[in-house]
């Protein structure tokens, strides 16, 4: 098992970034180090997510997390981290991460995913020059340095109605988005095979939970279930993710990042497919139930909308790889998981707030208008 010390989390007022800052200072088995949590603060960054961490691990004496405000692509910044904080260990989440802004604006997508990953890369593997040796570094299990890179199964392309992604699935990326994310894939893989750097990397499926900025389905969707507009379901509705609760997938990334063989992909999935529109169905109920408000009346305001170009008919993951070797296994079922989730809406006005007056919602007006 790696030890893991102090650990640079890219993205870490993200979405995921959060929960997993979270997750491993409150909950993570076999982690007493530091965290340094580098954002960019875009849009979709929210430092407010973080704010009761920041009083608890980075207001006293013993600090055990910092927040440094920045860019990846900044290489004189992230040598600069690298040496204050002794990093041992990078854990990537920051990224441009949805696909309809992709379309719209691939070009921050390249610069962030493509540049941005290289940059932490080739900024590690000078840093790490006596752990980077292509003999000793690839393949070998327990470095205690390492680069994991977080990815999407959105590499793989689209599915058919049958069939899973696994990790000898080929690359077919069909968004701006998910080619500038198969780019760092592939920038990251090559790092540990050219130079022996110490990577490990995992393609999860859809996230949902706390923290997620409501332009991804299901907070949308809550969110304007509870402010009574429409529901915009892009196409035919029957297009299909599978969901995975993010605690669960911070759990699996935490789990590779200990445990995981260097040079090895890892899929994250939730064993959990649904047409879009089912599950909207689903939570309808579930937010109706808890808000008190009309099913019938909210299922009214489901409205089919212009699809999304390009838009993946089918993704599924197969997990086995990392069931079997590393024995993760998932605790929160989707009911569980949607129930918490939305609950975590109800009770954070402030936070939704917080993004409802910032940058964020200028965007959304600006290219959806009304939508919300
Ligand atoms: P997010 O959009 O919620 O958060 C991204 C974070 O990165 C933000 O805090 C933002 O400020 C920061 N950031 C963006 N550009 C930056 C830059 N140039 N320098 C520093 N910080 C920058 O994203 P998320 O949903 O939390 O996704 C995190 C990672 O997980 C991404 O790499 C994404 O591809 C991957 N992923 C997401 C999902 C999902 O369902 N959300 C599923 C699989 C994989
Ligand atoms: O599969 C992993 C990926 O999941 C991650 O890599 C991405 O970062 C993350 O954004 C997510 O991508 P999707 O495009 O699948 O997520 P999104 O929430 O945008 O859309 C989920 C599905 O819902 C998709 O089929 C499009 C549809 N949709 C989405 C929105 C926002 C709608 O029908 N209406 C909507 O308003």
Redesign the pocket.
Known sequence: MRKLTNILV??????????FIRYLLEKAEGFSGRIIN?????????KMSLEDIEAKYGATIAKRYFFEH?????RRLVESLFVKYEIDTVV???????VDRSILGPE?FV???VM?TFTLLDVARNAWKEAVSSKEAAGKPHQNVLFHH?????VYGSLGETGYFTENTPYDPRSP?SAS?AASDHLAMAYNHTYGLPVTL???????GP???PE?LIPLMILNMLEGKPLPVYGDGKNIRDW?F?EE?NSAVWTIMRNGVSGETYN?GGENEWENLKLLNVLIDIVCAKAKLDPAKVRGTITYVKDRPGHDRRYAIDCSKLKRELNWKQNVNFEEGLSRTVDWYLANPQWIESIRSGEYQKWVEKNYGERG
Do not use: M, P, R, W
């Open positions: 890219t993205g870490g007022a993200g979405f995921i970034g959060c929960n580098l954002d960019a603060l875009t849009y979709a960054g929210n920045g860019d990846i692509c900044d990537h989440f920051a990224a441009e991460s949805h921050a610069k962030t995913n941005g977080v990815s999407t199964d959105e988005y994310k995992s393609n999860c499926s859809n996230n949902y923290y997620q900025f991804k995975l993010v997938h994250i």
